[in-house]
Nanobody
Framework: QVQLVESGGGLVQAGGSLRLSCAVS????????MGWFRQAPGKEREFVAR????????SYADSVKGRFTISRDNAKNTVYLQMNSLKPEDTAVYYC??????????????????WGQGTQVTVSS
């Protein structure tokens, strides 16, 4: 059974940085394309970033482009999301997700087969 566990969330002031981690167990990270999503209160879960299985391709939501960076360490079975220049509107629960089929359409939650439990990120103004 594949399990994803996020960590690294917390409270930070606007303009600050956080690095989220997602540890994968029960499976081989190099077999999955990996994504990060977030969900703010009262809103739908939205796409943030994605990295291809081999790490050769990345995609970002326009709202985070230039501020967030997704990376992966397949040897450690861990995916990261470096978040810089944080804004209050980045406040949300952040989830990592694994796509076992490297789907072409990947900004939808339905493209992912496994999900973590989420980690809260709060950015104060």
């Amino acid at each position: 059974q594949v399990q994803l566990v996020e960590s690294g969330g917390g409270l930070v002031q606007a303009g600050g940085s956080l690095r989220l981690s997602c540890a994968v167990s029960g499976g081989t990270l190099s077999s999955y394309a990996m994504g990060w999503f977030r969900q703010a209160p009262g809103k739908e879960r939205e796409f943030v970033a994605r990295m291809s299985r081999r790490g050769t391709s990345t995609s970002y939501a326009d709202s985070v482009k230039g501020r967030f960076t997704i990376s992966r360490d397949n040897a450690k079975n861990t995916v990261y999301l470096q978040m810089n220049s944080l804004k209050p509107e980045d406040t949300a629960v952040y989830y990592c997700a694994a796509d076992t089929m490297s789907r072409v359409v990947f900004m939808n939650v339905k493209a992912y087969d496994y999900w973590g439990q989420g980690t809260q990120v709060t950015v104060s103004s």
